[in-house]
């Protein structure tokens, strides 16, 4: 099944997303690789496709997994946990209706 993840930064957490973001890619270049990530990407904090300094808010993670805790075993261990990048997650299940 398919579930979101959902990470809310701290605030001024760039420098920590920055130092831990080939880590936390490398895990989900791992999913993409074994077929079951549908996507992922930043919250830039604002309105440009490059924040620049203004950093992220957060990201967003849509991925399958066997159970609702396999995800979040997952997400628990994301490098960005470990780094202090994310002050919450929030994973649940997705069910995908188009495309």
Do not use: C
Request: overall charge negative.
């Amino acid at each position: 099944m398919w579930y979101t993840i959902i990470g809310l930064d701290h605030t001024d957490s760039l420098a920590r997303r920055q130092t831990a973001r080939a880590a936390h890619l490398e895990r989900l270049q791992q999913l993409l690789s074994e077929g079951r990530l549908l996507l992922a990407g930043a919250f830039p904090a604002i309105d440009a496709e490059d924040p620049g300094p203004a950093g992220f808010t957060g990201s967003l993670i849509v991925a399958e997994f066997e159970d609702l805790e396999a995800a979040r075993r997952w997400a628990d261990a994301d490098p960005y946990m470990a780094a202090g990048v994310y002050r919450e997650v929030n994973v649940q299940p997705f069910r995908k209706a188009l495309p």
